[in-house]
Each structure stands twice: as C-alpha cells, then as structure tokens.
C-alpha cells in the first residue's frame, strides 16, 4: 500500500516556531533600531562594531532563522486566512504555491543577502 504523507505537520511546525521566533526576538529588534537608537535613548553601536557583530557565522545563522521562520509563519497564517477568511479554499493550489512559494524565494533572498555582507 502507498501512503502518501501530508506535509501540514511540517508546515504546522514552522508556523509555530516562527511565531516564537517572531514573537521573541522582533520587539526587541525593532525597539532597538526603530526606537531607541534613533531617538538617542541608547547609545548605537558603530558601523564597526555592526559589521563585525554581522560578519560571526552564527549571527547571520540566527538571522536567516529569524527571516525564514517569520516568512513561514506568514505563509501558514495568510494561506489559512484566505482559506477559512475569505473562503477560497477552492483556489487552494494556486494559494499554497504563492504562498509557501513567497516563504521560499523570501527565505533564498535572505540566505542570498546574509552571504554576500
């Protein structure tokens, strides 16, 4: 017998740990770049210092992470919201290519970019 195995728990695994991933570790990015450097509340670290901070194998690891699951997450909850939201489940192909397709190229693109720094 050929059982073929659905990939949802995968996705649903991905859903979930860009979530946490997401909810973790971006409010403190975007407080930090968003708010608290531009308006002098923290002292910003210098171009040097960023650059040397970027150029450790494990933090651009850490970042391709943060990016790839977040895209994920994204995926999984757009594809769900105009699957049940707005009740196209009928296009549910053409939605999951876009969709998990728009993670993908996202998640090349970041991988692409943290490379090339």
Known sequence: MNHRR????LLWMLF????MVAALMLPILLFLFGIAFPLDWLTPPTHAHLHAVLS?????LVLFGLSALALFHWAHRFRYTLYDGLQLKRYAVPI??????????GS?????LL???
Request: with cysteine; charged share 5%; aromatic share 4%.
């Open 115 to 117: 490379l090339t720094l």
């Open 6 to 9: 659905s990939p949802e728990p």
């Open 16 to 19: 979930s740990s860009g979530g």
């Open 56 to 60: 450790n194998p494990l933090t651009r």
């Open 108 to 112: 090349v693109l970041a991988a692409a």
């Open 96 to 105: 999951v290519i876009l969709c998990y397709g728009g993670a993908v190229v």
